[in-house]
């Protein structure tokens, strides 16, 4: 059975500062998804790593995927407020049916 | 180009009760999914639906259950309702049976009391 772990399961950090959040996974899957969620609402989709060495960026998010050591990294760099909310990895499984598998979340905090 | 969309957006029920929930997919996609979020937790898969059949169940018991319509809308039936049954209801979309990104629809906040 797939399982997901992510940690830290919460974040206390400062403005400015730079954070990695880890994703591990047991199995080999097809492709591994960053969401981001706040309070309230719905998943927003930030990155897909579909590939071993992987790296993608959007701002002061960074992704990247090993798949040998079947880890995940979303990097935070110079943290601002607004990027307080909950980060979920998911592991997704193409056999017979779509399926993610969800870690259970990081809740990141950013301090003034 | 609307994208997923999901009814209603919060409900509250009694325990016993029975509850349905509705998703219409993204413009052009085919495949549904449904998933549950229970407060602190992260999303629990369960199950899909693709050309009106029901390709595969996550770890829920068979209270939960589901229906795609031709035009690939679907709905998610939820009977005997318990109060471990609130949650967040999430419905993701995505095309081809599912060899592409999935989206995720805004959610229906069910409460049981």
């Known amino acids: 059975e797939l399982k997901v772990e992510q940690n830290p399961l919460f974040l206390s950090m400062q403005e400015g500062k730079n954070y990695t959040i880890y994703c591990n996974y047991s199995?080999?899957?097809?492709?591994l998804y960053w969401y981001r969620q706040d309070p309230g609402k719905s998943l927003e989709s930030l990155f897909v790593l579909l590939s071993n060495g992987a790296v993608k960026q959007e701002g002061r998010l960074m992704a990247s995927l090993d798949t040998k050591a079947r880890l995940s990294t979303l990097h935070i760099t110079a943290a601002v407020h607004d990027l307080s909310a909950t980060y979920f990895c998911?592991?997704?499984?193409?056999?017979?049916?779509?399926?993610?598998?969800f870690g259970q979340g990081t809740r990141l905090t950013i301090n003034p | 180009d609307a994208g997923v969309t999901q009814s209603p957006t919060h409900l509250i029920k009694t325990r016993g009760q029975q509850v349905t929930l509705r998703c219409s997919p993204k413009?052009?996609?085919?495949?549904v999914s449904w998933y549950q979020q229970a407060l602190g937790q992260g999303p629990q898969f369960i199950f899909q639906y693709y050309e009106e059949e029901e390709r595969q169940r996550g770890n829920f018991p068979d209270r939960f259950s589901g229906h795609q319509f031709p035009n690939y809308s679907s709905e998610l039936n939820v009977n005997a309702l318990l109060l471990g049954d609130s949650a967040l209801y999430l419905c993701?979309?995505?095309?081809?049976?599912?060899?592409?990104?999935?989206?995720f629809g805004p959610g229906t906040r069910l409460t049981v009391t």
């Open positions: 998911a592991v997704e499984m193409i056999q017979g049916a779509q399926k993610l598998v």
């Open positions: 993701a979309s995505s095309s081809q049976g599912g060899g592409y990104e999935q989206y």
């Open positions: 413009s052009g996609h085919d495949t």
């Open positions: 199995t080999t899957s097809d492709r």
